[in-house]
């Protein structure tokens, strides 16, 4: 019998992005940034190459929901300003974005792509806490710690939001785009790796 599908908005797109999510975490550009001899050097790779995903994809945000101001505040978490930032502090330049990355077309894309993004600052807390423990806390780390200490409470007010404004006809879309923003992500990745 096929296992049944989750009902929530929440349970379908972290299930539907189980592997997509292992397969960047363990992407080499990623995976440096657990690494106990991380250098500064590959921790601004990381930053660097996230910029032209962060540019895109907020980009895309902010020009959709100015049309539908009342799906989600977005606008109050940017995090595009705590990159920059990082990496003026780091000396690095953006790499910008050469492979497509998903639009948004519709409630269900919207949410699919601010899952990812909001997802991430979950990983951004382990990310940074990590990083603390390994003695590479003078790194520059706004991005990684972009909301301080209301990580999980903004996380959890997403997800409410999400479930409110997000019509189950929607799921489907919803899930494609989380899958193909994270798809597109690690195919970036790669393409930042190549000389
Ligand atoms: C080295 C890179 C990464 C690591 C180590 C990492 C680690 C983690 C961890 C530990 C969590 C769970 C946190 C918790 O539940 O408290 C998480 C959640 C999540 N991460 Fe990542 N992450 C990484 C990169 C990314 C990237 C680049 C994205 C997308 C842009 C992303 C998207 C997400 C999402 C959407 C969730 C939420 C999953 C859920 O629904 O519970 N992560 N990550």
């Known amino acids: 019998m096929p296992a049944p599908t989750p009902s929530t908005l929440h349970q379908q797109l972290r299930l539907a992005t189980k592997e997509p999510h292992h397969a960047l975490d363990h992407h080499p550009l990623m995976a440096r940034?657990?690494?106990?001899?991380?250098?500064?050097d590959e921790y601004g790779d990381a930053l660097a190459a996230m910029h032209g995903i962060y540019a895109t994809t907020e980009a895309a945000l902010l020009t959709y929901l100015a049309r539908s101001p009342?799906?989600?505040?977005?606008?109050?978490?940017?995090?595009?300003?705590?990159?920059?930032?990082?990496?003026?502090?780091?000396?690095?330049?953006?790499?910008?974005?050469t492979v497509p990355l998903p639009a948004i077309d519709g409630t269900g894309a919207l949410f699919g792509m601010l899952y990812t993004l909001e997802g991430a600052t979950?990983?951004?807390?382990?990310?940074?806490?990590?990083?603390?423990?390994?003695?590479?806390?003078?790194?520059?780390m706004q991005f990684y710690t972009v909301y301080g200490e209301q990580v999980r409470p903004r996380w959890l007010a997403f997800l409410e939001n999400a479930e409110q404004r997000c019509p189950s006809a929607e799921y489907p879309s919803a899930v494609a785009t989380a899958v193909a923003l994270f798809e597109g992500i690690s195919r970036h990745l790669d393409t930042c790796r190549q000389p």
Do not use: C, N, T
């Open 70 to 97: 009342e799906l989600f505040d977005y606008a109050s978490r940017r995090k595009l300003p705590a990159l920059e930032a990082d990496l003026a502090a780091l000396g690095r330049q953006a790499v910008a974005v």
């Open 33 to 40: 940034l657990l690494a106990p001899d991380v250098s500064r």
């Open 122 to 140: 979950l990983g951004g807390q382990f990310i940074a806490a990590r990083l603390r423990q390994q003695g590479a806390g003078d790194l520059p």
